[in-house]
């Protein structure tokens, strides 16, 4: 195997063992940390009309298909807790391994995400 196909894989198994890193936070567990003096950063990769209609209060929006393209908003962020939601995971899977991909190392999952944060009735914020 030459070497360009070694450090290929080598990469490969690490940005997989990082993604693997990210855990599951619980609404719970995400509610004690945003009390926190130094809070995580959430974010919310919903589009935009989904972000206003309704989201975790201390969120930031930044839809998953802009992400690539916003990638500098977080540049000071690439060592903090960040963590991720959708409505239903799906996209912040897709979010994580872009920010895994561009060297963040601290990815959080919100279990359940928007529709288990709304269907357990916790506050919201809606700035429509």
Request: glycine share 6%; hydrophobic share 40%; net charge positive.
């Amino acid at each position: 195997m030459n070497i360009s196909k070694k450090v290929t894989l080598a990469l490969f198994a690490l940005l997989t063992a990082v993604s693997l890193n990210a855990k599951d936070i619980s609404q719970d567990e995400l509610q004690a940390l945003m009390k926190n003096k130094e809070k995580p950063l959430l974010i919310d990769v919903r589009t935009e009309s989904e972000y206003t209609s309704g989201h975790v209060p201390g969120a930031i929006n930044i839809p998953h298909k802009e992400l690539e393209q916003r990638l500098a908003e977080l540049s000071g962020v690439k060592n903090s807790q960040v963590i991720l939601y959708c409505r239903s995971g799906r996209r912040a899977d897709v979010a994580k391994k872009i920010l895994v991909e561009n060297g963040f190392t601290k990815l959080d999952h919100l279990t359940g995400d928007y529709i288990a944060w709304n269907k357990q009735g916790l506050p919201l914020v809606k700035t429509k």
